[in-house]
Every structure is written in C-alpha cells, then in structure tokens.
C-alpha cells in the first residue's frame, strides 16, 4: 500500500520557522506532482505549495515569500520550508502525491490520490 507520512509540525512562535518532511512509500511509480495543502477549524482544505517531477513550484498568493517546498526525488520525499509563520498560518499541513499523472490544477484536491494524515502546525 501507498502510504504518505508527514513530519516536522509543532508550535512556534510568530516569525519563527518549521520544516516539514513527507515521505511516500509503497509504490513502483515516482511521484508526478507533489504538493502541501493545510485546514484550519472551520475552514476549506487548501492548496499552499505544489511542485512536479522537474522541480518546478508554484505557491498559494498567502505564503510566496515565506514558504518554500522542494523534493528529493531519488527517495521520493516532499519538504516544505515555512519561514516568517504567522498566526494564520496556523492549521493541520497534508502531503499529498499524484502518483499517475492526473489533469488537473496543482491546488485542486481532486488531482492527487494519496494523502497524509497530516501533522499540526500551531503558530501563536
């Protein structure tokens, strides 16, 4: 079975830094597209930062500047580098991996078969 595990959340402080680790495994194919969603208490699942198979990055308009994602594609492992956190910042951070190649825009949740189980980001 595919499995998706993330790591890295925690608390911190506003302007500080988390780095968050993803790991796929389980599967003969190498990711496609890989990306960073996240959900705060009552609010939609969205989109932060997504990167495909030749390292080209897009980001959400919220965290440019701030958040940088990157992948290692020889173990198949997703990060995201998340600099100057805000409060609002604040929600549960998903990996999620497009493991055949599905159409679609790299911030629509319908594009990526495999999910994490998240891990907590708390910015206070």
């Known amino acids: 079975d595919v499995q998706l595990v993330e790591s890295g959340g925690g608390s911190v402080q506003a302007g500080g830094s988390l780095r968050l680790s993803c790991v796929v495994s389980?599967?003969?194919?190498?990711?496609?597209?890989m990306g960073w969603f996240r959900q705060a208490p009552g609010k939609k699942r969205e989109g932060v930062a997504a990167?495909?198979?030749?390292?080209?990055?897009r980001y959400a308009d919220s965290v440019k500047g701030r958040f940088t994602i990157s992948r290692e594609n020889t173990d198949d492992t997703l990060y995201l580098q998340m600099n100057g956190l805000l409060e609002e910042d604040s929600a549960i951070y998903y990996c999620?991996?497009?493991?055949?190649?599905?159409?679609?825009?790299?911030?629509?949740?319908?594009?990526?078969?495999?999910w994490g189980q998240g891990t907590q980001v708390t910015v206070s």
């Open positions: 999620a991996a497009d493991l055949r190649g599905t159409p679609g825009s790299v911030f629509a949740r319908s594009k990526y078969g495999y």
């Open positions: 389980g599967s003969t194919y190498s990711s496609n597209c």
């Open positions: 990167i495909d198979s030749d390292g080209g990055d």
